[in-house]
């Protein structure tokens, strides 16, 4: 059912027509790479969105939008996780005596998902036309690298869920417990409303 070099070839597919390469849009072949595109798609949104909220230049009520876009797209990014989690323990008839893995396969997923706009943009960067050699040459270093730690990590992710389905390893479903949405955990937000807890 994981398969991590697909997840890659999703990420990657979709870093390059996100930035204009239609021809490199990678299909979904199951329910749940269509759960880890979105993922995915998320974390790409947040990526730009944090550019945006960086802009020196922006005005207040720009950056308050963008803020609350992270705030969205960062709830959605973790709601999938969990979904693509769910869907992954559905899936496998676990060992409850065997080892517990501290990361879920979503996370990881969701770390792959990271990593891979990473190397997108640090390839972008190694090419810059306009750029010094140096800062395109410290790129494809960090490229080079972080191509290096995908591919450990996704290793690690196949041997997770080789380990699962072999009954050496189990994993569990956990929640995130974001507050920052919820207008009844957010103290500025119940303050201002008037239904404070004690």
């Not at 550019?51 to 922006?58: I, K, Y």
């Not at 939008?65 to 992270?70: D, E, G, L, N, P």
């Not at 290793?155 to 569990?172: I, N």
């Amino acid at each position: 059912m994981i398969e991590a070099g697909a997840i890659v070839e999703l990420h990657d597919g979709w870093n390059a027509a996100g930035h204009g390469d239609r021809r490199a849009v990678v299909q979904p072949k199951s329910s749940l790479e269509e759960i880890i595109l979105l993922q995915h798609q998320a974390n790409f949104d947040l990526w730009h969105e944090e550019d945006r909220a960086r802009d020196p230049d922006a005005p207040p009520a720009t950056i308050a939008a963008v803020k609350h876009s992270i705030d969205a797209l960062n709830q959605s990014r973790n709601d999938l996780v969990e979904q693509i989690d769910a869907a992954l323990y559905q899936a496998a008839a676990q060992n409850p005596t065997a080892v517990l893995h501290s990361e879920t396969p979503g996370l990881i997923i969701d770390r792959l998902s990271i990593i891979s706009l990473k190397i997108f943009h640090s390839c972008e960067e190694s090419r810059r036309r306009d750029a010094s050699e140096s800062h395109r040459l410290r790129n494809q270093e960090r490229s080079d690298l972080l191509t290096e730690q995908r591919d450990d990590l996704a290793g690690a992710l196949d041997e997770l869920w080789r380990a699962v389905l072999a009954g050496e390893r189990r994993f569990k479903l956990y929640k995130q417990m974001k507050m920052y949405n919820d207008p009844s955990l957010n103290p500025v937000l119940y303050r201002r409303a008037g239904t404070g807890h004690k």
